[in-house]
Nanobody
């Protein structure tokens, strides 16, 4: 059974930084792509960033390009999201998720992911 636990969220002023972590238990982590999603109140859960199992390929939503960096440490079964130059519109609950299948590439739709963490709240004040 795969379990994901996010941490690192909090309240930060605009322009500040946060680093989210997602610890994954289970044997699937090293062989699966991972994604970070964001859900703001009243909005859908959208992908923010994704990374392939090797870490060689990444994906970023246009709204976070140049500000966020996704990375992973397969030895520690952990994926990270470094968030810099935060904006109020980055506010939301951030979830990490594991691709349903062992495959190449990063997939951007939430239904492509089969295991989710409980989420961590990020609030950016103006």
């Amino acid at each position: 059974q795969v379990q994901l636990v996010e941490s690192g969220g909090g309240l930060v002023q605009a322009g500040g930084s946060l680093r989210l972590s997602c610890a994954v238990s289970g044997r699937t982590f090293p062989s699966r792509s991972m994604g970070w999603f964001r859900q703001a109140p009243g909005k859908e859960r959208d992908i923010v960033a994704g990374i392939t199992w090797s870490g060689k390929n990444t994906y970023y939503a246009d709204s976070v390009k140049g500000r966020f960096t996704i990375s992973r440490d397969n030895a520690k079964n952990t994926v990270y999201l470094q968030m810099n130059a935060l904006k109020p519109e980055d506010t939301g609950v951030y979830y990490c998720a594991v691709d349903r299948f062992q495959r190449e590439g990063v997939f951007t739709v939430w239904s492509d992911y089969g295991n989710w963490g409980q989420g961590t709240q990020v609030t950016v004040s103006s």
